[in-house]
């Protein structure tokens, strides 16, 4: 099982990253996908969900602003990050989970300049 995530870089603050996750060894589309995020000193935090039939969920600070989607067709997660601020600096990390199941990919680091 493999979750390849990609798209984090350094952009200055109102900026956009696209992240995408790339999900290999499991059946795509019966898991629930998820971005984290954690930052130097912090607990990891959920950023945002998508389930097997759509439906999206987001914590508050990043409503508005992120969108998480998914292609099942190409068994790939993805967070349009858009109006970038210096607090979204973080590694992000991508998750598929199911009952009985939860994997977890690499991060990659978003860094937002002021």
């Known amino acids: 099982v493999q979750l390849q995530a990609s798209g984090g870089g350094l952009v200055q603050a109102g900026g956009s990253l696209r992240l995408s996750c790339i999900v290999s060894?499991?059946?795509?589309?019966?898991?629930?996908m998820a971005w984290y995020r954690q930052a130097p000193g912090k607990q990891r935090e959920l950023v945002a969900t998508?389930?097997?039939?759509?439906?999206?969920n987001y914590v508050d600070s990043v409503k508005g602003r992120f969108t998480i989607s998914r292609d099942n067709a190409k068994n790939t997660a993805f967070l349009q990050m858009n109006s970038l601020k210096p607090e979204d600096t973080a590694v992000y990390y991508c998750?598929?989970?199911?009952?009985?199941?939860?994997?977890w990919g690499q991060g990659t680091q978003v860094t937002v300049s002021s």
């Open positions: 998750n598929a989970r199911r009952p009985g199941s939860n994997v």
């Open positions: 998508i389930n097997t039939g759509g439906y999206r």
């Open positions: 060894g499991i059946i795509f589309s019966f898991h629930e």
